[in-house]
């Protein structure tokens, strides 16, 4: 398979070592500044779904956190300090409007020495997840991998890796690494010879390879567990036990859906043992089917899915990635991304996740920011982020709302401040040192940098990136959309706009963000929430649904049907608490900032027109 992309992320989640670790964790749990009663539950899945102690609908969005661990210059740590970590977590929130990381690790520096752990990286790692979890996002570790190993390739080749350490390629015998004509550092996947042997022995578990791995990845969660206090544990969502797996290369009358069946289920199966051997046992593993099993170049698409897994259940969650391979390799896709571009890929990832009976979250996708596919990626990024929100286009979502299907959990690749500012020798050669994009086979994908000031600072429309979106549902979300009006340079996208028999909303939302949600309520007491970007001031804030109409919401009381409250963390993010007091009754619920001071008897002609209209199709 030839992955025709810039950017192919494969996190080779390969720790390894079975160390016991010593240490005490803190004595006390403290709740992230700004929590409500509501707020820090563990997360578990349940009916397809994320679902928080209040028996909520979660919706986790967010960023990888970040490429920086593929690199040298920090000894695989995300960040050079934990005071960038908390300068990160805090523009996360505030810019990007997260509430969840996919934290990456390395296996290379977790376990440097076969057999030994080295703990010190554990108590860097541990310090600077605590800054992310501390601001109220959630974590999921992810041992991070890409071509198996920086260690394959030599000081003056095209093209680096990362994931396995030194020891595990010693251990092996593997061809001079080559990847012949290749455009993109992702065809090393099926044409390095190294790289393919080096995965085949992975998975066939030459050498111990891959007991080796479970054992330090086993190490590692232990050491997570033992060292972060209840609080801070329980917004760890789960482990991502290997990114973008793919075979090496298939044995005699193998395919790829028999080596899902055969190697890489019972590879899953057995990560999910060693997370319940040391107190994991709640969390779901974030387990990825084959990478190219969604695929779309139909050339490059194998079948997959983890179609022989049966039904995974609470332990598991279907974890996948997308970028749109033609859009990126400037050939395959002229011109931008439009409207509904990216439906039918997304609704695949629903459906399959629906079938194995579990939740969906889409860990990694993006579009290159500089290059010259680059002006692909405003239309490229809102439509992904579209078809996370709903499986329907926009220009039909309304006629046909209740088909919207489940709202997705994602994280884009990637966040990381020190995009364009970086110091890496690649492979270890100082006259190759590396300072643009993101450092690593020419990507530049990163939606955040540090300006001359040290401020964190966006590098993509915040109207895109800074969305509303339900992030707890107190019940069961039945349809949502968002209009972000992001910009495609100078214009303005808007591909849902209210339809003009719904006048009075089109006049209330006017050249406005908005965002609607319809649920069905359920028998818990804790509130509806969808976060508020910063483009959604209070005072500049509008809501009309059936639990009350406002203006300005005020702050958020336990007899406020309509509010609006700090996100935990500290970090000036907000959040609208909607409270219904009924169990299996269709809500709805419309945001925007388009209305200055609305008039009362507009806000009563939109509400009129909602009710009739949610009426009609729910």
Same mark, same amino acid.
């Given at each position: 398979?030839?992955? $025709?992309?810039?950017?192919?992320?494969?996190?080779?989640?390969?720790?390894?070592?079975?160390?016991?670790?010593?240490?005490?964790?803190?004595?006390?749990?403290?709740?992230?500044?700004?929590?409500? %009663?509501?707020?820090?539950?563990?997360?578990?899945?349940?009916?397809?779904?994320?679902?928080? +102690?209040?028996?909520?609908?979660?919706?986790?969005?967010?960023?990888?956190? !970040?490429?920086?661990?593929?690199?040298?210059?920090?000894? +695989?740590?995300?960040?050079?300090?934990?005071?960038?970590?908390?300068?990160?977590?805090?523009?996360?929130?505030?810019?990007?409007?997260?509430?969840?990381?996919?934290?990456?690790?390395?296996?290379?520096?977790?376990?440097?020495?076969?057999?030994?752990?080295?703990?010190?990286?554990?108590?860097?790692?541990?310090?600077? =997840?605590?800054?992310?979890?501390?601001?109220?996002?959630?974590?999921?570790?992810?041992?991070?991998?890409?071509?198996?190993?920086?260690?394959?390739?030599?000081?003056?080749?095209?093209?680096?890796?990362?994931?396995?350490?030194?020891?595990?390629?010693?251990? +092996?015998?593997?061809?001079?690494?080559?990847?012949?004509?290749?455009?993109?550092?992702?065809?090393?996947?099926?044409?390095?010879?190294? *790289?393919?042997?080096?995965?085949?022995?992975? %998975?066939?578990?030459?050498?111990?390879?891959? /007991?080796?791995?479970?054992?330090?990845?086993?190490?590692? =969660?232990?050491?997570?567990?033992?060292?972060?206090?209840?609080?801070?544990?329980?917004?760890?969502?789960?482990?991502?036990?290997?990114?973008?797996?793919?075979?090496?290369?298939?044995?005699?009358?193998?395919?790829?859906?028999?080596?899902?069946?055969?190697?890489? #289920?019972?590879?899953?199966?057995?990560?999910? @043992?060693?997370?319940?051997?040391?107190? #994991?046992?709640?969390?779901?593993?974030?387990?990825?089917?084959?990478?190219?099993?969604?695929?779309? $170049?139909?050339?490059?698409?194998?079948?997959?899915?983890?179609?022989?897994?049966?039904?995974?259940?609470?332990?598991?969650?279907?974890?996948?990635?997308?970028?749109?391979?033609?859009? $990126?390799?400037? $050939?395959?896709?002229?011109?931008?991304?439009?409207?509904?571009?990216?439906?039918?890929?997304?609704?695949? *990832?629903?459906?399959?996740?629906?079938?194995?009976?579990?939740?969906?979250?889409?860990?990694?996708?993006?579009?290159?920011?500089?290059?010259?596919?680059?002006?692909?990626?405003?239309?490229?990024?809102?439509? =992904?982020?579209?078809?996370? /929100?709903?499986?329907?286009?926009?220009?039909?979502? %309304?006629?046909?709302?209740?088909?919207?299907?489940?709202?997705?959990?994602?994280?884009?690749?990637?966040?990381?401040?020190?995009?364009?500012?970086?110091?890496?020798?690649?492979?270890?050669?100082?006259?190759?040192?590396?300072?643009?994009?993101?450092?690593?086979?020419?990507?530049?994908?990163?939606?955040?940098?540090?300006?001359?000031?040290?401020?964190?600072?966006?590098?993509?429309?915040?109207?895109?990136?800074?969305?509303?979106?339900?992030?707890?549902?107190?019940?069961?979300?039945?349809?949502?959309?968002?209009?972000?009006?992001?910009?495609?340079?100078?214009?303005?996208?808007?591909?849902?706009?209210?339809?003009?028999?719904?006048?009075?909303?089109?006049?209330?939302?006017?050249?406005?963000?908005?965002?609607?949600?319809?649920?069905?309520?359920?028998?818990?007491?804790?509130?509806?929430?969808?976060?508020?970007?910063? !483009?959604?001031?209070?005072?500049?804030?509008?809501? *009309? !649904?059936?639990?009350?109409?406002?203006?300005?919401?005020?702050?958020?009381?336990?007899?406020?049907?309509?509010? *609006?409250?700090?996100?935990?963390?500290?970090?000036?993010?907000?959040?609208?608490?909607?409270?219904?007091?009924?169990?299996?009754?269709?809500?709805?619920?419309?945001?925007?900032?388009?209305?200055?001071?609305?008039?009362?008897?507009?806000?009563? @002609?939109?509400?009129?027109?909602?009710?009739? #209209?949610?009426?009609?199709?729910?």
């Amino acid at each position: 398979m030839r992955k $025709i992309r810039v950017r192919l992320p494969a996190v080779l989640v390969v720790l390894c070592g079975s160390l016991t670790v010593a240490g005490v964790p803190p004595a006390t749990a403290a709740t992230p500044s700004g929590s409500l %009663w509501f707020d820090g539950a563990p997360l578990t899945v349940r009916d397809g779904r994320f679902t928080d +102690g209040q028996g909520r609908e979660v919706v986790l969005r967010g960023y990888n956190v !970040s490429g920086e661990t593929k690199l040298e210059e920090n000894g +695989g740590l995300p960040f050079a300090s934990v005071a960038d970590a908390r300068t990160s977590a805090t523009a996360l929130r505030a810019l990007g409007g997260g509430n969840a990381v996919r934290f990456l690790l390395s296996w290379a520096h977790a376990e440097p020495v076969r057999g030994q752990v080295d703990t010190a990286y554990l108590a860097a790692v541990t310090e600077q =997840m605590r800054a992310f979890l501390d601001a109220g996002i959630r974590v999921f570790p992810d041992f991070h991998q890409d071509l198996y190993s920086r260690y394959l390739f030599d000081s003056g080749s095209w093209y680096t890796g990362d994931g396995a350490p030194k020891w595990a390629l010693d251990a +092996g015998s593997y061809p001079k690494e080559s990847c012949g004509i290749c455009l993109f550092w992702g065809q090393n996947i099926t044409q390095n010879a190294a *790289v393919q042997k080096a995965q085949y022995d992975f %998975w066939h578990n030459t050498h111990g390879l891959q /007991d080796a791995f479970l054992a330090t990845a086993q190490t590692t =969660m232990a050491y997570l567990k033992q060292h972060l206090d209840s609080a801070e544990f329980a917004g760890i969502t789960g482990f991502d036990p290997y990114n973008e797996p793919y075979a090496g290369g298939y044995d005699s009358g193998q395919t790829s859906r028999t080596w899902e069946r055969d190697l890489l #289920w019972p590879f899953h199966v057995r990560f999910r @043992a060693r997370m319940d051997a040391v107190g #994991w046992q709640d969390k779901p593993a974030f387990v990825e089917p084959n990478l190219f099993w969604n695929a779309n $170049i139909s050339t490059q698409k194998q079948e997959g899915g983890l179609l022989d897994a049966g039904t995974l259940g609470p332990g598991y969650v279907l974890n996948t990635h997308f970028y749109d391979q033609k859009a $990126i390799s400037g $050939i395959l896709m002229w011109g931008k991304a439009a409207d509904g571009q990216y439906a039918a890929d997304f609704a695949a *990832v629903r459906d399959r996740a629906s079938a194995a009976g579990t939740a969906a979250v889409v860990s990694e996708f993006g579009h290159p920011l500089s290059g010259t596919v680059s002006d692909k990626a405003p239309t490229v990024l809102k439509a =992904m982020y579209q078809a996370l /929100d709903s499986r329907l286009k926009g220009a039909g979502w %309304w006629a046909d709302p209740a088909s919207s299907g489940p709202v997705l959990s994602g994280t884009q690749w990637q966040w990381d401040l020190y995009n364009g500012r970086h110091h890496e020798p690649m492979n270890g050669n100082p006259g190759k040192v590396l300072a643009s994009g993101d450092a690593w086979n020419d990507e530049d994908l990163s939606a955040v940098r540090l300006d001359d000031s040290g401020n964190a600072t966006l590098r993509q429309d915040a109207r895109l990136l800074d969305r509303v979106y339900p992030s707890a549902t107190a019940g069961t979300a039945l349809a949502f959309t968002y209009e972000d009006r992001s910009r495609d340079g100078s214009a303005t996208l808007t591909w849902n706009p209210v339809p003009s028999s719904l006048p009075n909303v089109a006049k209330l939302v006017g050249s406005g963000q908005y965002g609607l949600l319809v649920w069905r309520s359920g028998d818990g007491t804790a509130p509806t929430e969808l976060h508020l970007p910063a !483009s959604f001031p209070t005072g500049a804030t509008t809501v *009309v !649904s059936d639990l009350g109409t406002v203006h300005a919401p005020p702050a958020y009381g336990s007899a406020t049907p309509v509010a *609006v409250a700090p996100e935990p963390g500290g970090t000036s993010s907000r959040r609208l608490l909607l409270t219904d007091t009924d169990s299996g009754v269709p809500h709805y619920a419309l945001v925007t900032n388009g209305a200055t001071a609305p008039a009362a008897d507009l806000l009563s @002609a939109a509400k009129a027109e909602l009710a009739a #209209w949610a009426a009609a199709r729910f």
